[in-house]
């Protein structure tokens, strides 16, 4: 049974070389007799081969002289574009440095008017409060004035009430008028009211009844007398 299965598969590669051996020789066979036609070619056939040889160069120069018109042609606009953008990218340039210095100088310009404003405000402010401190000083020797005015006022209202009050005590003091001028007398008045102003101020808090009996005068009067002493200012208010 063996042998019998290797017999028949010897029999199928067999019959499957067999074909391959048929095609190998007739691609040998083809090939020999082409070599052959090569080898031994006509004189008629070489020059119709020379011919279309040159025929084919010529050709092919025509065709190169349109390619090369044709991208020398187009290779004008090119540069002519390269040139073009060139000078586009150098105006823009231009342009853009132009920009560049309007902002820097618009800048300068913001920064000096700033600074004008700043130093303008300053002097307004220096001369507000100059002219505010200008005003308080007129204001004060203006208040000034008006004080001396009054005290002198006041000074001499005070002196005018003196000497009337003066000329009230001449007959309320005992004095010893024989071999004395009016001039005298009224020295001597005065010298009195002083004393009496004098005498309150030391003793500060003193009866009545012993300021009158001290400068001989009625309790009343002397009551009267320093009521009007107060009223001039001559005298403080006091109690005992």
């Given amino acids: 049974m063996e042998e019998l299965l290797i017999g028949i598969v ?32 006509d004189d008629d056939d070489q020059v119709p081969i020379r011919e279309n ?9 025509m065709r190169r002289r349109p390619a090369a018109a044709a991208s020398s042609s187009s290779s ?13 990218e150098g105006a823009y340039n ?9 902002k820097k100088r618009q800048e300068r310009e913001a920064q000096r008017q700033a600074e004008e404003a700043v130093r303008e405000s300053r ?10 401190r200008r005003k308080k000083d007129e204001e004060r020797e203006a208040q000034e004035r008006q004080l001396e005015v009054e005290a002198m006022a006041r000074k001499a209202k005070e002196e005018e009430a003196a000497a009337l009050e003066f000329d009230k005590w001449k007959g309320e003091f005992s004095i010893d008028a024989e071999g004395t001028t009016e001039n005298e007398l009224q020295d001597e008045s ?16 003193v009866p ?5 009996a001290e400068f001989k005068l009625r309790t009343q ?6 009521t009007s002493l107060e009223s001039m200012g001559m005298l403080k208010p006091f109690f005992c």
Avoid at 53 to 61: D, P
Avoid at 221 to 226: K, L, Q, S, Y
């Fill in 10 to 41: 010897s029999m199928i590669l067999i019959l499957s070389l067999i074909p391959l051996f048929l095609w190998k020789r007739r691609q040998l066979s083809s090939s020999s007799s082409h070599q052959q036609l090569q080898q031994v070619p």
């Fill in 53 to 61: 040889v040159v025929r084919g160069s010529a050709t092919r120069r």
């Fill in 76 to 88: 004008a606009p090119v540069e002519d574009n390269i040139e073009g953008s060139d000078e586009d």
């Fill in 94 to 102: 231009v342009a853009k440095g132009s920009k560049k210095k309007e």
């Fill in 123 to 132: 002097l307004t402010k220096q001369d507000r409060y100059s002219e505010m």
């Fill in 190 to 205: 005065r010298g009195l009211l002083f004393d009496f102003v004098e005498y309150i101020k030391k003793h500060k808090c």
């Fill in 208 to 212: 009545l009844e012993d300021l009158a």
């Fill in 221 to 226: 009067d002397c009551i009267n007398r320093i």
